[in-house]
């Protein structure tokens, strides 16, 4: 017992940089556009699906598709993912496919076939990280880039809300990209700015940058390859961006990963966290006049806030659709705004793609969690079960806050989950590949 201890508190073992192979090269760019380009950019003549980020995702997902044929070109088969991600698929495409037997309003089918690309898209970029990734250095590579770009995302929202400088709009005008609709990246809200970063709306952004949060305290306090300097100011920047989203659900979610992060922190780490949380609540005491003040009504107010009455009111609003077709839906991405705009992923999943689809989408949104617990108890490396841990406050932040706003009707968070449900398949696969002995391939797959 004493030798497994002092076997999970070792450091990861360190290698020498290797070059990064085809599949880090194109998660990294992935996760790149995503970050660092608006939302709401895109290639002007591919139509509203066409952000760079997508277009790399589909071709993540064709080099994923091309690897898995030939034997030896993935780092590993990890079938649990894909049989999750096949739950996923069955139920949106027999609601695609009966959608079609009726006639539908073009706008309708439109909505249906951005959803299949865009499933493609986060198909393709799970299933590469999990299963092309090749070692621990690979894998916190891609984790390392996921926090800087949440963290330049939060940066860009400091911008806005502070100093009224929209680095957005200088972005827009990169030749060869166009505007879908309105680039609103700073809304208002009882007189304070809500910047979205590079997000397409605030909560978004408030969620993206919570679910960063855990991997970010993660690698500043165990991954010694990025300078101290850098790993706390990504966690700090992260951190003072959540609170300027203004929202409930940006809170919440970064208490929900708080709390999941205290469980598994030793006593040093609870005290210097606490420290660093009442730090935090000062800086935005003194820097943020009336943020605080706002936030705390929102939280009184909650019986008799406009925003919450109308999630409420929904229930009873779309009752109707639901009972039109309760196992399979309407068609998926079909419940459009001219219908009724709503704020919640579960209710717009029973409407388009039943209650088939929804329990699918919770399986999906469960994979960080399910993933994040075998490694705690598999791996051996302390960054790896720390990891682990912050995962599960990923999972947990999804399913919250999918109740909160229609993340799936938005392209950074499902993106990003993408990301991180790859990345856990990928890291629990390396411990068990290291507990077991065998040596993880370390081949690269071809250009």
């Known amino acids: 017992m004493t030798g497994l201890m002092a076997t999970a508190n070792d450091a990861p073992p360190t290698a020498p940089q290797e070059p990064r192979s ?19 950019l895109v290639i002007g003549p591919v139509g509203s699906f066409g952000s760079p980020a997508s277009i790399v995702g589909l071709l993540a997902f064709g080099l994923w598709a091309f690897s898995s044929l030939e034997p030896g070109l993935l780092a590993r088969r990890v079938i649990p993912l894909r049989v999750g991600l096949v739950m996923l698929w069955i139920p949106g495409l027999c609601s695609y496919g009966v959608m079609h037997l009726t006639a539908r309003d073009g706008d309708e089918v439109n909505a249906a076939d951005r959803w299949i690309l865009f499933m493609l898209v986060w198909t393709g970029v ?51 990209l166009s505007v879908a609709g309105e680039l609103d990246s700073v809304l208002r809200r009882n007189g304070l700015a809500r910047p979205a970063g590079t997000a397409t ?29 850098r790993r706390y100011a990504a966690v700090g920047i992260i951190g003072l961006g959540i609170p300027l989203a203004v929202s ?15 469980i598994a922190a030793d006593a040093a780490q609870r005290v210097r966290g606490a420290l660093a949380a009442l ?32 999630r409420t009111d929904d229930y009873a609003a779309v009752t109707r659709y639901i009972r039109q077709s309760p196992l399979i839906g309407r068609g998926p991405a079909t419940f459009l705004p001219k219908y009724r705009i709503l704020d919640n992923q579960w209710l717009a999943q029973l409407i388009e793609t039943g209650i088939l689809g929804t329990i699918a989408l919770l399986g999906f949104f469960l994979l960080p969690l399910l993933y994040g617990s075998a490694i705690r108890r598999v791996n051996r490396v302390r960054i790896d079960r720390q990891l682990g841990q912050a995962l599960i406050g990923v999972s947990l932040v999804a399913i919250f806050s999918s109740g909160t706003f229609d993340a799936f009707s938005f392209p950074t968070m499902p993106g990003f989950f993408s990301v991180y449900v790859g990345l856990a398949a990928a890291l629990l696969a390396i411990g068990r590949a290291e507990r077991a002995g065998d040596a993880p391939n370390h081949l690269p797959l071809p250009a």
């Open 22 to 40: 085809t599949a880090l090269l194109l998660l990294q760019t992935f996760v790149i556009l995503l970050a660092v380009l608006p939302a709401r």
């Open 126 to 176: 799970a299933l590469l990280a999990a299963e092309a990734l090749r070692n621990r250095q690979d894998v916190l590579r891609l984790l390392r880039l996921v926090v800087a770009g949440a963290a330049f995302s939060s940066f860009v929202a400091i911008l806005q809300a502070r100093l009224s400088i929209d680095l957005t709009t200088r972005l827009a005008k990169i030749p060869g």
């Open 279 to 310: 730090m935090f609540l000062m800086v935005i005491f003194l820097t943020s006049p009336g943020l605080l003040g706002t936030l705390r009504q929102y939280f009184q107010n909650v019986g008799t806030d406009d925003s919450i009455s109308t």
């Open 201 to 229: 709306h605030p909560i978004e952004f408030g969620c993206v940058l919570a679910m960063a949060l855990g991997p970010a305290l993660v690698l500043a306090s165990y991954d010694h390859a990025w300078p101290r300097l």
């Open 248 to 262: 409930r659900s940006a809170i919440l979610s970064a208490g929900i990963v708080g709390v999941v992060w205290f």
